[in-house]
């Protein structure tokens, strides 16, 4: 039995146990230790080709990007890379990382709302990197360093979609990007700097949505802007950006579109929009970030204590919880879960738990409600669905607790990815000034 959160290599295997490109769970637990990330290479792979087919079928002018914010890992960017995918990258040190493997410049497209001298510098030292003007500030800055760069610019395009509010961008009132009634004035500014050439327009409207529509409203505005700047400007503009956003499963009530499906119905749209406005055909580019490596990803934990409130909850704790994912305390988000270490039979008697997380939060709670056998305990694994987009990326180390490794499966392999963080680690950047050390030395002294 399969279900629609599982990574692509996803089985129970004859000892009842879940595996994950070819590797027991229940090895890999004990092998790296819990709490572990654990990333199936397959699924990426797969779901980076679905992609890239649909966008070569349908547009074949297309340069997909991984929104690398999703899953910053240098490992990730190879495989992507690979998989003939660009990045977007929103910092200095996503920059490095990508820089680090040697990933194609010109491929590469620099993000933010607020990036800094540096990071705007270091991309232009980069000579072909994109970057995608998010504001005045970041042209102001662009023209004091003055050298030759091309750039997109970022449009709000007022487009709402269904999604939790935190991950909505395309609004109006969004902190991203400029409101199109500034974008005539952006264009003044751009075209009074030889140094700065521009590409095209961008626009993300947000995260984890199930609809189409929202992608083809999207599209609409942005080149209904081209046809507008072509006539006023006679400048037929290169590249059309339209974001990321295509949600996954996370549970059974999830109910995202197919990659193909989104990317056929999007470029039928695009195809007669062109057709419409009287336009050159841009190159298109798409920014997944989730709905690439999202369901890749799977994280493992031992069970711990217990707690049974008087008719009421049964509470159930990992090792883990909003330190490694901070998605369900930041915005409710829901996962899937199961026993990696035995498959649940019709035999089992079944009951409610409540999934808490190790970490000093009342809020810090996985699942609120997860069906497992009433027998579940300390000896169990729990492997919780859906984890590889925006759970290590956003992880913390709130508690002081170390950073989880992760492992990548794939290829008949089952390789460390991140490293377990240590206790060493933790004090690595923790400056204890000379004046103190000395004092807690002569304090020690003094009890002795
Ligand atoms: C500009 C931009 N592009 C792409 C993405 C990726 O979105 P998703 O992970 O939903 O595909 C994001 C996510 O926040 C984003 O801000």
Redesign the pocket.
Known sequence: MSFPYYPNSAKYNTLGHLELGGYDTVELAERFATPLYVLDEQTIRETAREYKLALDEFYPNNLPIF?S??LSLQAVFAILQQEGFGL?V?SAGELYTAQSINFPAHKIYL?GNNKSRAELEMACDLKETRI?IDNFSDLEILKQINKPVSVLI?LTPGVECHTHDY?K?GQFDSK?GFDPQHLELALEEIKQNSNIKLLGL?A?I????FETTPFEDTARILLKKYQEIKQKHGLELEELNL?????IHYTLQDDPPAIRTVIKGLTNTIKSLLAEFNLKEPKLIV??????V?RAGVTLYKLGASKQIPQGKSYLSVDGGMADNPRPITYQAKYSAQLANRLVSEKDKLQNFTIAGRYCESGDILIESLQLPENTNKQDLLAVFGTG??NYAMSSNYNRVPKPAMVLVGGGEAEIVLQRETLEDLLRNDVLPSRLLKASLEHKEAIH
């Not at 974001?243 to 949600?247: K, L």
């Not at 920014?287 to 690439?292: H, Q, T």
């Open positions: 929104a914010k999703a977007d929103v993000h995608i970022r991950i961008t991203f961008h993300h947000g995260s984890q949505i974001g990321g956003g295509i949600g920014e997944p970030g989730r709905s690439l999202g987009a925006y």
